[in-house]
């Protein structure tokens, strides 16, 4: 079973330009999130998706960052325009809720971005 | 607010050895306490979690031990071996806040061969 998938890689950028990152979470998954992973530091939440209904975006600096999830399934996160500071990893993760609690995150290997 | 602190923020151990490392959590509504693993390049891949109506839980060389009333948990690596460098996550996450996880700051291992 292929795992959450994201792309770009890497990618390198200047400050004020836009970028976008995508995620294609594990088939039949319905939660997907995007976390933000500075450097030596643990994930942080941005944005938790419920099939395609943003449930909890208190996180997501709404001035410069949006996310979409059309069709409940792909998602992508962008940055306009992006600052020095957003110079981090973007996770994403997925999960299938089961109604219990705690349910296994999968994340995918992430997007480096670097703004010059 | 940090909810959730870890220690050591790096730690080595021989082959061998055991590994501990340490969290605490400030929010008593946490309800589910996982630990991932991050290898370079990687993204973080579960490798245990506990729920806080038990004390302790074992998979192979991996034992977490939890602590309500001190609210600590804490990840022990029996016979830790080369393949176990990684930096290590605990996090905790409550289910009527959407299974959000909190994660810890991390803590990098090296086990030295």
Redesign the interface.
């Known amino acids: 079973e292929a795992g959450?998938v994201q792309s770009p890689r890497y990618k390198i950028i200047e400050k004020k330009q836009p970028v976008a990152f995508w995620c294609n979470p594990i088939s039949g998954h319905n939660?997907l999130?995007w976390y933000l992973q500075n450097l030596?530091?643990?994930?942080?939440?941005l944005i938790?998706y419920?099939n395609e209904e943003a449930?909890?975006d208190s996180q997501l600096p709404k001035d410069r960052f949006s996310a979409e999830r059309l069709k409940g399934v792909d998602s992508t996160l962008k940055i306009q325009p992006a600052e020095l500071g957003d110079s981090a990893v973007y996770?994403c993760?997925s999960?299938q809720?089961t109604g219990?609690?705690?349910?296994?995150?999968?994340?995918?290997?992430?997007t480096r971005l670097l703004v010059l | 607010q940090q909810q959730?602190k870890?220690s050591p923020q790096s730690l080595i151990v021989q082959k061998g050895g055991i590994s501990i490392i340490n969290c605490a959590y400030e929010n008593t509504a946490f309800?589910?306490f996982?630990w991932?693993q991050q290898f370079p390049?990687?993204?973080?891949?579960?490798l245990i979690?506990i729920?806080p109506d038990v004390s302790e839980k074992k998979e192979g060389r991996f034992t977490i031990s939890f602590n309500k009333s001190a609210k600590q948990f804490s990840l022990h690596i029996m016979d830790s071996q080369p393949g176990d460098s990684a930096t290590y996550?605990c996090?905790a996450?409550?289910?009527n806040a959407?299974?959000?996880?909190?994660?810890?700051?991390?803590t990098r291992l090296m086990v030295k061969p």
């Open positions: 959450v939660t999130y030596g530091q643990g994930p942080e939440l938790r419920e449930v909890d996770l993760a999960s809720p219990q609690g705690g349910e296994t995150q999968y994340f995918g290997p992430g | 959730v870890q309800d589910y996982p991932y390049g990687k993204g973080p891949a579960l979690a729920r996550f996090a996450s409550r289910r959407g299974n959000m996880l909190t994660f810890g700051g991390g």
